[in-house]
Every structure is written in C-alpha cells, then in structure tokens.
C-alpha cells in the first residue's frame, strides 16, 4: 500500500502554536485553482458528481423553513440551486475572483437575465456595437418592448461607454472583449472605471485564464460556458460572477425566469474547468501559428489575432491578455466566392458554429453567426463576404496549417 502524502502544517508564524489557516486560493496559480476548486459537494468523488434530484428531504419542519428562505441552498429545490451546478458556480467564482456565480441554461440565459434582473422600464443600456449577435438582438428587439432602450457605441474607443451614458437612466453599461469575431479589444481599465451605471464583461472568448475584468473594477463577468469552459462541445451552459449583493439579486430573478443550468451540463462545466488552462494554452500557441501563417498568404487581405503585432490594439492585447486566445480571423481578398470555395475545401477543419472545442472550427460569420444583421450593421463590425473565423482546437498545429494551406492554394 502507498503510503498518502500528508502535509506539513506550517506553525513558523504562530505564537500561539495554533495553525495558519490553508493558503487561499489567491496563493495558488489558476492551474491549480482549476483542478481544486468546486469540489464541496463532491463527499470523497474525486471526478465532479451528478446531482440529479429536484428535490430534497429536510431534517424537520425548521430546517425545510430555512432552505426555503436561502435562495443559494443546493439541497433544497432544484430550480433554486443544486449541489453539482453549485460545485461549477464555486469554481467559476474562484477563477474570476468573485464573490459568487450563478449558472444559466446557456449564455443567453445569463446575459437575458443580468439586463432584466438589473433595468426596468425606462432605463437606459449603453452595449458595444461589435457584440454577440443574439445579445444585440435582445437588446433591439426584446428590451424595447419592456421600455428598456440600449445605445450602440464602438467598443475600441475608450472614452465611447461612458459618452453614451446618460446619468440617472443608464443603469447597465455592457462590452464584450475580445469580441466576436474581429476580436477588438476594450480597454479594460477605463471600462471598469465608469461611475453610476453597473459594468458588465462578456469575457467569453477570453475565458477567466486569459483575462480576469473584475480586477479591473469591472462589476459582472458572464461567460457563454458552452464555448472553452465546458470546452468538449457538449453542454450548453452560462455563468455570471461578480459580487455576493449582485449575485443574489440576479439569483432572485433567476429563480422565477427559470433558465437554469441542468445538472449534467454544470458536471460538464466543471470537469472543463479541470484542463482549461492548458487547452486555452494550446489553442493559443495553435492560433498564433495559423495567424502567422495566414498574414504571409497572399490570398489573405488581413489577418485580426490579439497575438500579432498587426492587431490594432497589440499594445492593450499585451497589458491585458495573458494569452491572445484561440481564435483567428481573416478577410480573404477574392472576397465571398473565395470564402466559400475555402470553407468547401477544407478536410481537417470542420464546418461548425462555435468555438473553444477540441475540434478546429470554420465559421462564415455573415452567413452564420451575424446573420440577422444589416448590410449597414455587418460593416459597422467590418464582417465581409470573405471574413472567415477559425477557432482553434486540439489538433496538431501542423496537420491544421496543411489544411488551411491546401485550401487556400486555387485562391493565388
Ligand atoms: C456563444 C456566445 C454567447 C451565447 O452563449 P450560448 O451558450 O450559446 O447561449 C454569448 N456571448 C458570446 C461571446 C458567445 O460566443
């Protein structure tokens, strides 16, 4: 039998002999943290447990009182709370450095419920212009009908969030960085320092290894955790973190929206969070391959990776990024038939919507992921018929640069 490693506590600064507390999780690098956090209701599992009951058996009459007043008790109704979803929100929460979490059904689950658990009629939302599709949707098609109106800024002008708000209405300011799918970057710090309205990140594309806005004073963090989180293309799943009064609040109102995580998806989420740190590595090191590759290509017009000195904000992608992320996005010169004739070719890379997978992906976004969108609104955003989006996965970088490469041979 192997004998289990013990730890010795370390008494050297106790006068009293008593012993000092475990390093919080601050003391541990988000690798570790990865591995450790979100394990309180696991009993001894080493692997995430799936909770699957809605409900739970009180002790007595007084105990079923007191899980009915704590929104935040996992064993107690399942729309409330639930001991795996609350593993993945601890987690979440750890990594982003919050207070709190609170998973949703999907990241629209999470964004839907911040703008409408946070304004009411007559309120006033600033958002950037180059914002998830369905979130710019929400905001023009969904929001009005409750009177709740959004102004558009350009997420790449720092002064442009806190121009648009207007004081005593504006009550949410909402970016996303990067953004989807030129992958502009806002500047965090000046975001997170606008006064008044509630500052909001949609840090999907960067997840909580690659950036961390709550240290920037930014209020809440929602991630789709369908994308790199979960990371095996099998959950659909959202999170919002920030701090222990907001969080409550948008768990208030989540209850009675009802877009819950499911169990499943939230193990999924969690045993995610497990490799995320060294998949967003590796995807990194891939994107920056196939960028470098791609802005040598004379087929291709531009190449948009943080991680290239070309990148217009490469200064900010170095002062806020730890890694430049795992996508890639270029403009082909031979315009939209150059596209499709791309994306028809390619063997390796596959034709899928999403991103932060094991597999490589090739997205259209004018035709895809932007589709709702205006001529007028696509060029705002610079989204043209030869704008071609790679997320990168697991795959050697060499197979994936063949195959783009063999592609991209019939356009010179
Ligand atoms: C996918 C995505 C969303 C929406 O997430 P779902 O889980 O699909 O609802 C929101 N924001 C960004 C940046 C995304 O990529």
């Given at each position: 039998m192997t004998q289990q490693p013990t730890v010795e506590p370390d008494t050297s600064d106790c006068a009293d002999g008593s012993l000092v507390s475990?390093?919080?999780?601050?003391?541990?690098d988000a690798r570790t943290v990865a591995v450790r956090?979100?394990?309180?209701?696991?009993?001894?599992?080493l692997a995430p447990v799936l909770w699957g009951s809605s409900a739970y058996v009180a002790d007595s009459f007084d105990q079923a009182r007191q899980f009915a007043g704590?929104?935040?008790?996992?064993?107690?109704?399942g729309r409330n709370s639930n001991p795996t979803v609350s593993n993945f929100e601890h987690a979440m929460a750890e990594l982003e450095g919050a207070e709190a979490s609170r998973a949703f059904a999907s990241g629209m689950g999470a964004v839907s419920a911040v703008v409408l658990a946070l304004c009411s009629s007559g309120d006033h939302v600033v958002a950037q212009s180059q914002i998830y599709s369905h979130t710019q949707l929400f905001l023009q098609a969904v929001c009005p009908r409750f009177g709740i109106d959004a102004t558009f800024v350009d997420g790449a002008d720092p002064e442009a969030f806190e121009a648009a708000v207007i004081p005593g209405k504006t009550t949410l300011v909402i970016a996303e960085s990067p953004a989807n799918p030129k992958l502009t970057l806002v500047d965090l710090e000046s975001f997170g320092a606008i006064k008044g309205p509630i500052t909001v990140v949609d840090s999907t594309l960067a997840t909580p290894i690659v950036q961390r806005p709550l240290e920037y004073g930014v209020d809440l963090v929602v991630h789709s955790a369908t994308k790199a989180i979960a990371g095996h293309n099998d959950a659909i799943l959202g999170v919002v973190s920030g701090s222990d009064e907001l969080i409550a609040w948008i768990r208030g109102f989540a209850i009675l929206q009802g877009a819950v995580a499911s169990p499943f998806d939230a193990l999924n989420g969690l045993r995610g969070i497990r490799t995320l740190p060294i998949r967003v590595q590796q995807q990194a090191d891939t994107a920056l391959a196939l960028a470098t590759m791609l802005e040598s290509h004379p087929a291709v017009r531009a190449v948009f990776y943080p991680g290239l000195e070309s990148h217009p904000q490469y200064e900010l992608a170095q002062r806020q990024l730890d890694l430049p992320g795992g996508l890639v996005t270029f403009d082909l010169a031979g315009g939209l038939e150059a596209g499709v004739g791309l994306i028809n070719r390619l063997q390796l890379v596959q034709r899928a919507t999403s991103l932060g997978g094991p597999e490589t992906l090739v997205t259209h976004p004018a035709s895809t992921t932007h589709v709702g969108l205006l001529p007028d609104e696509l060029a705002a955003v610079g989204i043209e018929g030869g704008t071609i989006r790679i997320s990168c996965g697991l795959e050697h970088a060499d197979d994936l640069i063949a195959d783009l490469t063999r592609a991209l041979a019939p356009l010179v």
């Amino acid at each position: 039998m192997t004998q289990q490693p013990t730890v010795e506590p370390d008494t050297s600064d106790c006068a009293d002999g008593s012993l000092v507390s475990p390093p919080s999780s601050d003391a541990y690098d988000a690798r570790t943290v990865a591995v450790r956090a979100g394990r309180l209701y696991n009993d001894t599992a080493l692997a995430p447990v799936l909770w699957g009951s809605s409900a739970y058996v009180a002790d007595s009459f007084d105990q079923a009182r007191q899980f009915a007043g704590d929104v935040a008790e996992p064993k107690f109704y399942g729309r409330n709370s639930n001991p795996t979803v609350s593993n993945f929100e601890h987690a979440m929460a750890e990594l982003e450095g919050a207070e709190a979490s609170r998973a949703f059904a999907s990241g629209m689950g999470a964004v839907s419920a911040v703008v409408l658990a946070l304004c009411s009629s007559g309120d006033h939302v600033v958002a950037q212009s180059q914002i998830y599709s369905h979130t710019q949707l929400f905001l023009q098609a969904v929001c009005p009908r409750f009177g709740i109106d959004a102004t558009f800024v350009d997420g790449a002008d720092p002064e442009a969030f806190e121009a648009a708000v207007i004081p005593g209405k504006t009550t949410l300011v909402i970016a996303e960085s990067p953004a989807n799918p030129k992958l502009t970057l806002v500047d965090l710090e000046s975001f997170g320092a606008i006064k008044g309205p509630i500052t909001v990140v949609d840090s999907t594309l960067a997840t909580p290894i690659v950036q961390r806005p709550l240290e920037y004073g930014v209020d809440l963090v929602v991630h789709s955790a369908t994308k790199a989180i979960a990371g095996h293309n099998d959950a659909i799943l959202g999170v919002v973190s920030g701090s222990d009064e907001l969080i409550a609040w948008i768990r208030g109102f989540a209850i009675l929206q009802g877009a819950v995580a499911s169990p499943f998806d939230a193990l999924n989420g969690l045993r995610g969070i497990r490799t995320l740190p060294i998949r967003v590595q590796q995807q990194a090191d891939t994107a920056l391959a196939l960028a470098t590759m791609l802005e040598s290509h004379p087929a291709v017009r531009a190449v948009f990776y943080p991680g290239l000195e070309s990148h217009p904000q490469y200064e900010l992608a170095q002062r806020q990024l730890d890694l430049p992320g795992g996508l890639v996005t270029f403009d082909l010169a031979g315009g939209l038939e150059a596209g499709v004739g791309l994306i028809n070719r390619l063997q390796l890379v596959q034709r899928a919507t999403s991103l932060g997978g094991p597999e490589t992906l090739v997205t259209h976004p004018a035709s895809t992921t932007h589709v709702g969108l205006l001529p007028d609104e696509l060029a705002a955003v610079g989204i043209e018929g030869g704008t071609i989006r790679i997320s990168c996965g697991l795959e050697h970088a060499d197979d994936l640069i063949a195959d783009l490469t063999r592609a991209l041979a019939p356009l010179v």
